[in-house]
């Protein structure tokens, strides 16, 4: 398994954006199952970080981050102002592996034995992320509007104000999202246009409720 404790890196001359960087296989799982459960999950299996992060640094240069299964990463390495790496010496045990700017929206991390990972600029992942499955407008069985904007607002019949995607699938097992920064949890699943919402009993917070599939808070279809 390729872990955030084997990787080295290698030479790079170009110029990368600074943001978000996803994994294309996770990308590919979450058009597939528009869970975002589903893609980070078959990341975690795989032992892959589902997201890179680079950032300017006070120096003109570059740090540049892993993120495994949303819940835990480091800083990979610095990059001076002319794309040359520099190790990041607190890391213990890095092996043979290489690191590549393919083009200024590209990355590549290779690790012996490893199968070659390649990740594609986004911006904000978590932005992009719930952008994908959940930004859209919806009605529900009496024609009540629910939309979920892309700028991160949500609008319901009882009340609206901002979402926010739960990316860490380290503790619950299930896709939901929050209303608000102190807000409750709402959990969904996501079938084509077609998105139900529950209830989370014990709303607590990540690892501290389960979702009543029994009494769903609205079923919904999407209209655009």
Known sequence: MMCCSSLAYGQTSLTPKPGEYLETQYLDVLRETQSPFAAAHFDMEA????????????????????TFNWHDGNRLLTLDAAGHPDFNK?????????????????????????????????????????????????????????????????????????????MDQVFDFFDSFRMGETGRYIAYRRNGN????????????????????THPIARLQRSR
């Not at 032992?47 to 892993?66: D, T, W, Y």
């Not at 499955?133 to 949500?154: K, M, N, P, S």
């Not at 077609?194 to 979702?211: F, K, M, R, S, V």
Request: zero cysteines; charged letters at 15%; hydrophobic letters at 35%.
């Open 194 to 213: 077609q998105l139900t919402l529950y209830p989370i009993t014990a709303d607590n917070g990540p690892g501290e409720g389960l979702p009543d599939y």
């Open 47 to 66: 032992g892959v970080p589902q997201m890179a992060s680079i950032a300017r640094n006070k120096n003109n240069g570059f740090e540049i981050s892993l």
């Open 90 to 166: 607190a890391w213990n045990n890095i092996q043979s592996a290489s690191f590549h700017v393919d083009d200024p929206q590209h990355l590549t991390l290779a690790a012996p034995g490893e199968p070659v990972r390649s990740y594609v600029w986004v911006g904000d992942a978590a932005r992009f992320v719930a952008n994908q499955v959940l930004a859209g407008q919806y009605r529900d069985e009496r024609g009540q509007i629910y939309e979920f904007g892309t700028d991160g607002a949500a609008r319901f019949p009882s009340e609206s104000g901002t979402y926010n995607l739960m």
